[in-house]
């Protein structure tokens, strides 16, 4: 039901009608509907109290409540019939609207007829038809005059700018998709990821303090399969230095994932994924910052191999360094993870099953452990076949790939610190049980044991192990220690914090590598990572494999009271105060680091793989 006010005004005329009644000006009168208004332009009235006239010379004398008529009332042309409008009171209707703020889809279905609105309360001037475009009004709306211009969208994008938001969607429904699962699990390293991802000196911190500090090794020739020359890396080497020279001083550092080359990339959700082998070339610049400075994504060298370097477009550079973190993932998840951890640890167990006494309950778990992952992880023809026992070996491997001196590698001091601790302790252990090394020549139980690992783990060029003295069984049983617990903590619990930020960890690549330079734009790279579905499996895997289970028992502590007497007990004693004394330093250290690195930490080692 409309306000008087609300009625288009007409042509000058008056109502002096009594109350009850209206009369027209002109012989000619009607009874209108309420809300209707007269066809003639002679025809009108004024409002009652509380409303406003129609037109300069237009005045009503009705009382307020004294003009009524029903709904149902039609129109004569009878020439003295009266005119009955709705019964209002001024009291009963409240402040109108302005004008300008009343629009057709504010008022009733049966008030929207333009003949009962009143002219202020139609919405400002339409949009032509030409600006309207088909595809952009659902079908019910396509007739232009009841669109307004603010319901219209802006033009159409062009197809290349809407692909490009739609990779922007993707990627913050992804990255909603990832700060949920963060929530679950406070870290305060993710949002340090998530700014820092694209920086080169945090490129190379990952590689000495991340998730797989396994792969870096210093240098002191190129690879013949890495196309690089003197004059492409100068501008990246201090000033008056040479490339030779770097590298005869052990400041470049290689990243070669040639372990994976020939390995076929799986479908996931019927895409078909990429993997690469790439190699890396970084240097350790006058800051103490390892920076990469060279990547070839490829084993390969060719014309369509080629290599990116820090003076690239911005995009292609990040772009390779995005490919090498997602190789990085795969090699991870196959090599430092899998293989140095579980498999070592199931090849151990076994032979120990076979031929010495079931001396500990947690070898069935990590038994069942590993046959679940060799299903869903590995592939046929495995990736393994390069790994050798002295790589095992913490203070060897460290040595070897040039990394035992790094100031900059907590992996590596608090990996020296943990192994040295635990090497005392298994020492005088063995010193227990074999005095003399004769007496690890003649246990027969012991040397079927090895026998039986050699035969069925170090195989190819790994190198086999013997145990003639009592400082190989040391050795030995240490690295079985070391890679079950410390390693295993490094390794496993540190992934999910560097995966969280997807684009810094990729579970995928759904793009091939690019094959010239300057052909990818910052968004076009969205479309080279995972979908949201395939990244949230990933990490919530991640998620289960970082929660700290219940029955986790520290490194060196045991529920069982095997060890209750005598000098069992004292070296369990000495070697748990060793590893308190170490927790604490690293504890302390952490406090003062911007980025902590607290995997190694004694107290947050578990005492075998149970997970």
């Avoid at 945090?202 to 870096?216: A, E, R, S, T, W």
């Avoid at 690549?509 to 076009?524: F, H, I, N, S, Y």
């Avoid at 990572?529 to 990244?535: E, F, G, K, Y």
Wanted: hydrophobic residues 40%; proline residues 10%.
């Amino acid at each position: 039901m409309l306000h008087p006010a609300a009625v288009s005004p007409l042509s000058a005329a008056s109502c002096s009608a009594p109350p009850g009644c209206c009369s027209t000006s002109n012989a000619t009168s009607w009874s209108a509907p309420p809300g209707g208004r007269p066809t003639s332009d002679a025809a009108s009235w004024s409002s009652p109290p509380g409303g406003r006239p129609t037109t300069a010379a237009a005045f009503c004398s009705a009382k307020p409540s004294s003009c009524s008529t029903s709904p149902l009332r039609g129109c004569s042309t009878d020439a003295a019939v009266t005119c009955s409008v709705p019964p209002v009171h001024s009291v009963a209707v409240p402040p109108l609207l302005p004008p300008a703020l009343l629009h057709p889809s504010a008022v009733p279905p049966p008030l929207l007829h333009p003949a009962l609105l009143h002219p202020a309360a139609v919405p400002l001037p339409l949009l032509p038809p030409a600006l309207l475009h088909t595809a952009a009004v659902s079908p019910p709306m396509l007739h232009p005059g009841p669109l307004h211009p603010e319901a219209v969208p802006p033009p159409l994008l062009q197809p290349a700018l809407l692909q490009r938001r739609l990779y922007h969607l993707r990627c913050c429904i992804l990255l909603c998709s990832t700060r949920r699962l963060f929530h679950l699990r406070s870290c305060i390293l993710f949002w340090f990821v998530q700014a820092h991802w694209k920086d080169d000196w945090y490129f190379g911190h990952q590689c000495l303090n991340g998730c797989n500090p396994l792969l870096l090794r210093q240098t002191h020739i190129l690879p013949s399969n890495l196309s690089v020359t003197a004059s492409m890396l100068h501008p990246f080497l201090p000033e008056g230095s040479s490339l030779q020279r770097e590298l005869q001083e052990g400041r470049i550092y290689l990243l070669d994932y040639e372990v994976l080359d020939g390995v076929p990339a799986n479908v996931v959700n019927g895409k078909q994924t990429y993997l690469l082998a790439p190699l890396c070339l970084l240097h350790l610049n006058q800051q103490s910052q390892l920076v990469p400075i060279a990547i070839q994504l490829q084993q390969n060298p060719g014309p369509q191999n080629p290599v990116f370097l820090p003076s690239d477009l911005t995009s292609d550079w990040l772009l390779a360094k995005i490919w090498v973190r997602a190789s990085d993932f795969q090699c991870h998840q196959l090599v430092s993870y899998y293989l140095r951890t579980h498999v070592i640890g199931e090849l151990c167990c076994v032979a120990t099953l076979r031929q010495l006494p079931d001396l500990h309950p947690l070898h069935q778990t990590s038994l069942q452990i590993n046959l679940q992952a060799r299903t869903s992880l590995l592939a046929a023809d495995g990736v393994f076949d390069k790994t050798t026992y002295r790589s095992l070996c913490i203070p060897d491997d460290l040595k070897d790939r040039g990394l035992d001196n790094l100031p900059q590698s907590y992996y590596t001091q608090d990996a020296l610190k943990v192994w040295d601790a635990l090497h005392s302790f298994v020492v005088s252990w063995v010193n227990v049980y074999y005095s003399r090394d004769d007496d690890v020549q003649l246990d027969s139980e012991l040397q079927h044991w090895i026998t039986d690992i050699n035969t069925h783990g170090f195989t190819h060029n790994s190198g086999s192990v013997c145990l003639l003295v009592h400082s190989e069984v040391s050795k030995f049983v240490m690295m079985i220690i070391f890679s079950c617990s410390a390693l295993h903590s490094a390794v496993n619990f540190s992934q999910l914090d560097f995966a969280l930020w997807m684009p810094n960890c990729p579970v995928a690549m759904l793009r091939p590598p690019p094959q010239v330079k300057g052909g990818v734009t910052e968004d076009d790279i969205l479309s080279f990572l995972p979908d949201v579905n395939s990244t949230c499996r990933v990490l919530m895997t991640l998620e289960m494999l970082s929660v700290c289970l219940p029955l986790q028992v520290p490194l060196c502590h045991y529920n069982e009271a095997i060890f209750a007497n005598g000098a069992h007990r004292r070296l369990v004693e000495e070697v748990q105060a060793q590893l308190a004394t170490i927790s604490k330093d690293i504890v302390e250290r952490n406090s003062r680091l911007e980025l902590p690195y607290p995997y190694l930490c004694p107290s947050h080692i578990e005492n075998s793989v149970i997970i």
